[in-house]
């Protein structure tokens, strides 16, 4: 079943990437602005060759993972605080729905005016857009807590600190899980924005180059790659989240004794 | 001992005030294994969690070894009628009987030796390395009460802990209970809504009125000390204790649909 589901899946890619190469040719669509298939997968090539091309990646990748260590970290930080000190949830709650619907985008003029076109800036864009995403889903899975459990720990004398560790964090886990997999999509796409827009160093201010040089091919491969980058992030995620999980009802599937 | 006095408790909210237990005394002595039985609905859980520290209660107080309860004590482990919610499923058998004793100032090579002796008590020697959910559910009541036994308590509190497992697993886990309580001296305090239940297991059956609960009876179980569920079961002592119990719980809901309602708190 799954190598008939593989397959299936490989034969859909091919004709995707056939038609790609087809509609062009075919005139059906200016070749100019659309290019087949091949000449993409060749600009790729020749894109990957090149010094540059890296280095703007490795910017993309710097702004991401900084931005995602930090929007996580201080999402389940200030979500676990919120949740365990009394009254804070319902005083913040507010607060919290008034800023989460911010568009990030719409804080580009501030992010420029504030450090223009530095690393900082996709940062802020970044962090702002995936912190909420873990934040509410911490605040979730925080009150997702079974009460027999909480008393059991709690008959058995764990105090505050062992019980945040040992009950609330490994039920909260499966929803800080999905928090971070949704931010660390949203961190991609945040940071090629910011790259693309501010023109911060990084893949997007390269596609911004390309574009405006009218490297047609090129502007393309690098988009693949972008989209590439969103896919291997999805696959990792995931793959974390199944190992961190393997105790989990969702992961580990109906047990018969 | 264990020493409840003039327990009530109270629960208040939303303009509702429900009276769950009303004037509770009772003791139970060191080394003793106490039944409680009473009608269901009738604050048997309310009361259990007082006793552990884990709700306050109204008014009255709970002391075990001569101090009050407010809070958990030390010297007391509680084993829940949920078990497959009472265990953590993040944590593997072993783990989830041992991260109590971590609480507590212990050196590593002890705890091993507590929760390896507690599961082999309870059968389950092997089961060490397995998740609770790959156990069946009478194993996971297993588990949890090898926690308690690790814990190493001078009161065993147990909340109705067969009331979700099949009849057969039911009666080994009481002879399992019989047999822990012969063996290491612990003093029991077992809730349970099932006479029989009450009857084999108890040296003492405290009965229980409907709610607001007071204690309607205390009988003295005098069947021998060796039981088992072929023998026991149908000795006539046994018919007579548990004819006597049964119609103190049928009295006790009758009372409580007539007389109660005088003294119903008011509303509001």
Excluded at chain 1, 228 to 244: K, M, Q, T
Excluded at chain 2, 66 to 89: H, T, W
Aim: hydrophobic letters at 50%; a neutral charge.
């Amino acid at each position: 079943m799954r190598g008939v589901n593989a397959a299936l899946g490989a034969a859909g890619l091919a004709g995707f990437l056939a038609l790609g190469e087809a509609v062009p040719r075919l005139g059906l669509v200016e070749e100019d602005y659309f290019p087949p298939t091949s000449r993409i997968a060749d600009a790729l090539g020749t894109e990957i060759t090149d010094p540059a091309f890296w280095t703007a990646l490795g910017d993309t990748l710097t702004g991401w993972a900084l931005g995602l260590a930090i929007a996580v970290g201080a999402g389940i930080v200030i979500g676990v605080v919120l949740s365990v000190v009394p009254y804070l949830r319902e005083a913040t709650a507010s607060t919290i729905e008034f800023l989460r619907p911010i568009p990030s985008v719409a804080l580009i003029p501030l992010a420029v005016l504030l450090y223009g076109t530095e690393l900082r800036s996709v940062l802020l864009l970044v962090v702002y857009a995936s912190f909420w995403q873990v934040l509410i889903q911490v605040l979730y899975g925080v009150r997702d807590v079974d009460p027999v459990a909480e008393e059991t720990a709690r008959s058995y004398g764990l105090g505050t600190w062992a019980r945040i560790r040992h009950v609330l964090w490994p039920t909260a886990l499966p929803y800080v899980m999905t928090g971070v997999r949704l931010a660390a999509a949203v961190a991609l796409i945040l940071a090629i924005t910011a790259e693309l827009v501010i023109g911060a160093p990084g893949l997007g201010a390269r596609i911004a180059v390309a574009q405006t040089s009218q490297a047609v091919p090129e502007m393309y491969a690098l988009i693949v790659v972008a989209g590439l980058l969103g896919l291997l992030i999805n696959v990792g995620a995931r793959s974390v989240e199944r190992r961190a999980l393997a105790w989990h009802q969702s992961v580990r599937g109906e047990v018969t004794v | 001992m264990l020493d409840v006095r003039g327990l009530k408790k109270v629960y208040e909210g939303s303009g509702r005030r429900i009276e769950a237990v009303r004037d509770l005394t009772f003791t139970v002595g060191a080394g003793e294994l106490v039944c409680l039985v009473g009608p269901s609905g009738c604050g048997k859980t309310t009361l259990l969690k007082c006793v552990g520290g884990l709700l306050a209660p109204t008014a009255g107080e709970v002391s075990l070894s001569g101090r009050k309860v407010d809070g958990p004590p030390p010297g007391m482990a509680f084993v829940f009628q949920e078990y497959g919610r009472s265990l953590f499923p993040w944590m593997r058998v072993g783990d989830n009987v041992e991260l109590p004793l971590r609480q507590k100032d212990l050196s590593r090579a002890r705890r091993r030796e507590l929760v390896g002796d507690a599961l082999a008590s309870v059968g389950l020697a092997d089961a060490a390395g397995a998740y609770p959910w790959q156990l069946s559910g009478g194993m996971q009541q297993r588990v949890a009460i090898a926690r308690a036994l690790a814990y190493e308590p001078e009161v065993l509190l147990m909340d109705e802990p067969f009331a979700a497992v099949d009849a057969q697993t039911r009666a080994d886990l009481e002879d399992l209970v019989r047999r822990l309580w012969r063996e290491r001296g612990i003093t029991i305090l077992f809730v349970t809504h099932d006479i029989d239940e009450a009857v084999y297991l108890g040296e003492r059956v405290i009965v229980l009125s409907a709610s607001p609960t007071v204690v309607r009876e205390q009988l003295r179980v005098d069947l021998p000390a060796e039981r088992d569920q072929v023998h026991t079961r149908v000795a006539p002592r046994f018919a007579e204790l548990r004819t006597r119990v049964y119609e103190q719980i049928q009295a006790a809901k009758r009372g409580a649909a007539t007389p109660a309602k005088a003294d119903m708190p008011p509303s509001g």
